[in-house]
């Protein structure tokens, strides 16, 4: 395996990494330095919740929560520093991740966001400042995803310019509400906004949920969630609403308005796209789940191949040295494709809050680029969800036994990441989503339109303007100009192989989809949906073809960018690794559509083995590169102690066998005997 190594810099390969906010990342992981943020598994549920709203404070004396804040309010406006150091508390524990989120990403955000100037004053800058705990109280027991649907009301009372919140039936409750059952003050409700009579869809409210001493204020019924499977640390409850009166000002207005006679107004028109303009302010919950399930994925890996590099298992070369886990091919292959996956994902992730910083920062806040955010966000943290939990489990089982025990992270890891698949959107409801947009070409009436309309939407596209519109027009020609009679190694990696098969597979998906939808145009509008519903399962796969590509292209291009060779030979090793796999896990779709001729697809395994060796060889420098010390890590079995045992077991062995009483075993008899008898 050293055969392959290449004479690396960790610390250089981190500054790729880690990007445009690295301080914020650090500051983030010096979260993990102070022992208090530290959650113990054997402590009861109260302590976790004390310990980790104590860390939120700390969090708070970051400064990083006000970044996103504007100068007038003691902010600088960098709303991607934020986000990257919130991501990086996973390495404290993923409980703070999400209870700082939900107090400064979600609550806060939506003042932010939603807000107008006076709101921020009175409750945004105490909210950052960790002085006024809050919820953010979207999601109710019947709707979760479908929140233009949520049941509970905001009601114009002119007589007395309140608004009357209610919870009209039981599925109304807000439920899975994080901060809801112990710390929050106040929460930011979505409700269907009412006056005079006319339903205005879901607004936002500032709603005092708490009085000062932790009592229930009037009217709001709060029940705890109790024991999750995970995220231990963040009190879930839930909240119910009788007849409970807020002053006209809590409505956040910032898209919509009622005057003290009741009057509505709003600088959006249509409520459909105001709705969903609403929502997109609030984006950055999905930007920080995809950064949070890339950090604890590089957490999973960096203690897995630490063990791996130093557990021993079997003796294969001769009868006494046991074989380093990591030299096992089949190790390889459980683990290396994982890595070149977090790889990609950490840097695709890079690109997502570029952009996120330039629509929120107001650098470039063009419908156009909302949209891509808006998309690849939604792509990108049902990816990076599912590939946490598929890492963190591989890793698991790679450390045994060892990988079982709380004290090595991994299967709380595993326990707290679960519920991040459906939080923040659903993964599968997110893909339909980004699925949707694709074929619309991000067109807005596309974004914004119900299921059936979506349908009958697609249907009058012509696919060729879709696709050119896209730049996926060139993706689906012929791809025998890339191969050659003798294709080597070499050729299989070809990176413009694995961009054009990648490439190919995606336009085939969405020309299919929009060749298949076509018929809705003229479908009346409960046909058109079930001709919609008939394509769900190739609008998912579809939108995980978009965001694959996408991957591969961030790392691409990120390989182009080193300037050291044995630094881009390493990322080309990545890049090569990431896309292959992706290649060899879709390979019955590219020999069913022709893509790859037989004899080319079974290279794709072979190359796959030896590139995994390639990568197990720099392993150490590779997760070294993420830049988590023993206090991120916090797993026994990554501090060395393994290979001080097999240090041990080793020396133990040799003098035993230096001793003339040592036993001789049977097998060794035999073999003798066996030699004397012929």
């Known amino acids: 395996m050293t055969d392959f190594a290449l004479d690396l810099d960790p610390t250089a390969i981190q500054t790729v990494l880690d990007g445009r906010w690295a301080e914020a990342r650090r500051q983030g992981r010096s979260l993990a330095l102070d022992e208090s943020t530290h959650l113990d598994p054997a402590d009861d549920l109260e302590t976790t919740r004390a310990n980790t709203l104590a860390a939120v404070g700390l969090m708070a004396d970051t400064k990083l929560p006000m970044a996103a804040l504007p100068e007038t309010l003691g902010g600088t406006n960098e709303h991607a520093k934020t986000v990257a150091g919130f991501e990086e508390t996973v390495t404290a524990s993923p409980s703070l991740q999400i209870k700082a989120g939900v107090q400064f ?105 708490r009085t000062a001493d932790g009592q229930p204020q009037p009217g709001v019924s709060i029940e705890d969630d109790g024991h999750k499977g995970g995220l231990r640390g963040v009190d879930n409850g839930r909240f119910a609403f009788d007849a409970v009166r807020i002053p006209r000002t809590n409505l956040l207005d910032r898209y919509g308005a009622v005057t003290a006679d009741g009057e509505y107004s709003s600088p959006i028109d249509s409520p459909g796209r105001r709705f969903f303009t609403m929502l997109g302010t609030l984006v950055q919950g999905r930007v920080s789940l995809d950064g949070s399930a890339v950090v604890a994925s590089k957490l999973a890996l960096d203690i897995a191949v630490r063990y791996g590099l130093e557990r021993k298992q079997f003796t294969t070369v001769d009868d006494y040295t046991e074989t ?16 070149a996956a977090v790889y990609a994902s950490s840097l695709a992730h890079e690109k997502l809050l570029t952009s996120f910083e330039e629509v929120f920062s107001g650098v470039d806040d063009s419908e156009e680029n909302r949209a891509l955010l808006e998309t690849r966000a939604a792509a990108f943290k049902a990816d990076s969800t599912w590939m946490a939990l598929d890492v963190i489990q591989e890793c698991r089982e790679a450390c045994g036994g060892a990988g079982f025990m709380a004290e090595n992270r991994l299967v709380g890891l595993r326990a707290d990441l679960d519920v991040y698949v459906t939080f923040e959107g659903d993964n599968t409801v997110l893909l339909q989503l980004v699925a949707k947009r694709i074929l619309g070409d991000y067109a807005k009436e596309f974004a914004h339109i119900d299921v059936g309309g979506a349908a009958r939407f697609i249907g009058t596209q012509a696919a060729e303007h879709t696709l050119y519109r896209s730049g996926l027009a060139n993706a689906g020609r012929a791809i025998s100009d890339v191969f050659t009679p003798n294709l080597s190694e070499r050729r299989i990696r070809s990176g413009r192989l694995q961009r054009n098969l990648l490439e190919t597979r995606l336009e085939v998906m969405v020309s299919g989809l929009a060749a298949a939808l076509r018929p809705a145009a003229k479908m009346p509008t409960a046909q058109a949906a079930e001709l919609f519903n008939s394509q769900q399962h190739e609008l998912v796969e579809m939108a995980r073809a978009y965001v694959e590509l996408e991957k591969w292209k961030a790392i691409d291009e990120a390989m182009r960018e080193q300037k050291d060779p044995a630094q881009a030979k390493i990322f080309r090793r990545l890049r090569d690794t990431y896309g292959l796999s992706l290649i060899e896990k879709h390979i ?30 720099n392993a150490l420098e590779l997760v070294d590169a993420f830049g988590y010390g023993d206090d991120h890590r916090r797993a026994t079995i990554a501090t060395g102690v393994e290979a001080e045992r097999q240090a041990e077991a080793a020396a133990h062995y040799r003098r035993a066998r230096a001793q003339r009483d040592y036993p001789v075993p049977e097998k060794q008899l035999k073999k003798a005997a066996k030699s004397r008898t012929a």
């Open 105 to 209: 990403g979600l609550f806060g955000g939506a003042i932010l966001h939603l807000g107008n100037p006076t709101q921020h004053a009175d409750w945004l800058v105490p909210a950052q400042q960790g002085e006024l705990l809050g919820s953010f109280a979207m999601t109710e027991i019947g709707h979760g995803s479908d929140v233009a649907a949520i049941g509970t009301t905001a009601t114009y009372d002119a007589a007395t310019e309140e608004f009357v919140i209610d919870t009209p039936f039981r599925a109304a409750t807000k439920e899975y509400i994080g901060n809801a059952a112990r710390d929050a003050r106040a929460a930011v409700v979505f409700a269907q906004l009412i006056t005079a009579g006319v339903n205005h869809g879901v607004h936002a409210f500032f709603v005092p949920i």
């Open 324 to 339: 380093t886990l990591l030299d096992y091919q089949q190790h390889q292959r459980r683990l290396m494709p994982g890595l």
């Open 588 to 617: 019955g779709w590219h020999l069913m559509y022709g893509r790859l001729p037989m004899s080319r697809a079974r290279q794709v395994g072979e190359t796959l083995n030896r590139l995994c060796a390639k990568l197990a060889a």
